[in-house]
C-alpha cells in the first residue's frame, strides 16, 4: 500500500483520481501498521506523515469544488454544477472522504432540477 501511495502522489498531477488513491493507499498502510503490536515505527511515522500532508489537499480540492458547484448552481447554470458534480464522483470515487456523500446529495439535488 506505500508503494501504490507513493505512485499514485507522484501521478497526482497526471490523471483527476490519483491524490485520493494515493491518500487511501497511504491510509490502508496506516490502518494496517496501526494494527501491529509493536508497530514498525519508520513505515508507520511515514505513512501517518503523508496521511496529514495529503488530507489538506484532499478537502481543499473538495472544498473548491463544493464552492463551484454552489456558485454555478446560484447562477442557474445546472449543465455545468453536472459537471462539476461529474468531477467530484472522478476526483472522490468512494465513501472514505466525505466529498463522495457530498456529490451524491448534489447528484440527487441535480436531479430534481
Not at 501504490?4 to 494515493?22: I, Q
Not at 472544498?63 to 468531477?87: F, G, M, R, W, Y
Amino acid at each position: 500500500d506505500m508503494q501504490r501511495g507513493a505512485d499514485a502522489y507522484e501521478l497526482k498531477d497526471v490523471a483527476v483520481g490519483n491524490l485520493f488513491k494515493a491518500w487511501v493507499n497511504y491510509r490502508h498502510a496506516w490502518l494496517k501498521l496501526e494494527s501491529l503490536e509493536p508497530r514498525p515505527a519508520d513505515p508507520y511515522d511515514a505513512a501517518r506523515a503523508r496521511l496529514n500532508e495529503l488530507r489538506p489537499l484532499l478537502d481543499a480540492a473538495c472544498n473548491a469544488l463544493v464552492s463551484k458547484v454552489q456558485s454555478q448552481l446560484t447562477s442557474a447554470d445546472p449543465k455545468s454544477a453536472h459537471a462539476t458534480v461529474e468531477e467530484m464522483a472522478l476526483r472522490f470515487p468512494t465513501r472514505e472522504h466525505r466529498c463522495y456523500d457530498l456529490a451524491l446529495q448534489y447528484q440527487q439535488d441535480l436531479n430534481g432540477l
